[in-house]
């Protein structure tokens, strides 16, 4: 059972060209969902941290959102370094002892000049 | 706050032989974490260490791979007899008390022939 998906697998975007990047989970108890930007051959690189349902978080142009049962990535007018995977994980107080992240697939996000 | 730093970054072996990787996490991250991750997925969960003691093992981690923190500060993680679907990234992370969010090394690529 897939506890953490991630949609699209890929994005191919116009620099400008604003979209969303969907973590959808099924996970109960929920102590936070996080997500990371990973370069490749690089390690993840941590983005936001979303606690409860309604809460948003931004920095620079990501906006981060999150409801009861999926969060999302807004990008808004892309540019070419915002080019990476985009992975989202979760940590739940269901999964084991809650102390490991589930991590999504990610989606790769490439935008075009 | 220099961040997670791994040893070596790149790693070529033959099937069965043993190899052994370092970990440094942040300098007052108690919390200690050693993820894998394959090419085109997310990372997967290995191990888990809250100071010296060794918490979690993720049933992925068999009799081949062993860990230890023996000060409660760096951490070694050891996989004998490497296989060829040993090949992955092996990422560390760590994290403070006060705080969720896990910070990311830049990962071994182990590449087994």
């Known amino acids: 059972e897939d506890q953490v998906t991630q949609s699209p697998e890929a994005l191919r975007l116009q620099e400008g060209e604003s979209s969303s990047l969907n973590c959808s989970y099924t996970v109960s108890g929920l102590r936070g969902l996080f997500w990371y930007r990973q370069d490749p051959g690089k390690g993840p690189e941590f983005l936001f941290t979303l606690y409860s349902a309604g809460e948003e978080k931004e920095k620079e142009r990501l906006k981060a959102t999150l409801t009861k049962k999926e969060s999302f990535l807004h990008i808004t007018a892309p540019k070419p370094e915002d080019s990476a995977t985009y992975l989202c994980?979760?940590?739940?107080?269901?999964?084991?002892?809650?102390?490991?992240?589930?991590f999504g697939t990610g989606t790769s996000l490439t935008v075009i000049p | 706050d220099t961040g997670v730093s791994q040893d070596p970054r790149h790693k070529i072996t033959k099937r069965g032989q043993n190899v052994t990787f370092r970990c440094d996490p942040i300098?007052?991250?108690?919390?200690l974490y050693w993820y894998r991750q394959t090419l085109g997925q997310g990372p997967e969960f290995l191990t888990y260490?809250?100071?010296?003691?060794?918490?979690?093992k993720s049933r992925l981690l068999s009799d081949r791979f062993s860990a230890e923190r023996p000060k409660g500060s760096f951490s070694t993680l050891e996989i004998q007899r490497t296989e060829q679907g040993d090949s992955a990234m092996y990422l560390c992370?760590?994290?403070?008390?006060?705080?969720?969010?896990?910070?990311f090394g830049p990962g071994t690529r182990l590449t087994v022939t």
């Open positions: 992370a760590s994290r403070g008390t006060a705080q969720y969010e896990q910070y």
């Open positions: 994980a979760v940590q739940a107080t269901t999964l084991n002892t809650g102390n490991q992240f589930y």
């Open positions: 300098s007052e991250h108690n919390r």
């Open positions: 260490f809250q100071n010296e003691a060794q918490l979690e």
